[in-house]
């Protein structure tokens, strides 16, 4: 096991802390992530063919909750309208600062600015193209909409907004089967049952998963008069809407 494969969770925990992304955490973030979430890879992929689509010239993409910047790197490499730049913001000084030190080895030209920061405070405006990568799911549900509705009002006309989520399903019969087949495909990535139910506990607290419905009547609310599903993997989705 090299120092970074994610092994957090492997050992019992005399006190069990909520999760947050920490020293720890960035560390093996690229290890913990490709191996919690299927289809990572390929949604990340295909956010970067969304963001070279829907990006306008003159206009702002945004990252929110970037943490090591894999999405701002996939939209830098196939954004190709004149004067875009990117803008990513997380509020965890560890990951933005390993995360600029890996987007300074890229060598695409499009402007990314890292900034360590409250998402929820930062000016949203003439923006083209907003992400938000497994992100709405740690803000308060109480304050989920303000943000959408946010968004909203700073994304030009034909702007789009890509929204990726775990999600929860309303019928007791489809959560633990999606539930136990998430713990299936963990272990088969490596994680033993301990280390799936320590950061299952940690995690409680922190992130809030909500049903499909919940997200889409959310952005239809907040104005966005297309919303669609374009990615689904056991009990994580992507979405979009556009203004």
């Not at 959408?148 to 890509?162: D, H, N, V, W």
């Not at 607290?205 to 104005?223: D, F, K, S, Y």
């Amino acid at each position: 096991m090299t120092k970074n494969t994610d092994a957090i969770y492997a050992a019992p925990l005399a006190e069990m802390l909520d999760f947050q992304f920490d020293e720890r955490v960035v560390a093996v973030f690229p290890d913990m992530i490709q191996r919690s979430v299927p289809g990572y890879g390929m949604m990340i992929t295909t956010i970067g063919i969304l963001a070279a689509r829907y990006a306008q010239a003159g206009s702002h993409c945004y990252d929110l909750g970037c943490s090591l910047g894999a999405v701002s790197l996939a939209m830098r490499q196939r954004i190709a309208q004149p004067d875009c730049d990117i803008i990513a913001i997380d509020n965890s000084p560890a990951m933005i600062e390993q995360g600029s030190a890996l987007l300074a080895r890229d060598t695409s030209t499009v402007p990314v600015t890292m900034i360590c920061g409250d998402l929820q405070e930062v000016t949203i405006d003439n923006a083209s193209v907003v992400v938000l990568n497994f992100t709405l799911q740690f803000i308060p549900l109480n304050q989920r909409l303000k943000l959408i509705k946010r968004i909203y009002a700073g994304l030009k006309p034909g702007g789009i907004l890509i929204l990726s989520e775990k999600i929860s399903f309303a019928e007791p019969g489809r959560q633990q089967f999606h539930v136990e087949l998430h713990h299936d495909f963990k272990r088969a990535n490596g994680y033993s049952d301990l280390e799936i139910s320590q950061k299952r506990t940690a995690l409680e607290n922190v992130m809030i998963p909500e049903t499909l419905t919940c997200h889409q009547q959310r952005l239809q609310a907040a104005g966005f008069n297309f919303v669609d599903l374009w990615f689904q993997c056991l009990n994580f989705v992507s979405m979009v809407a556009i203004k």
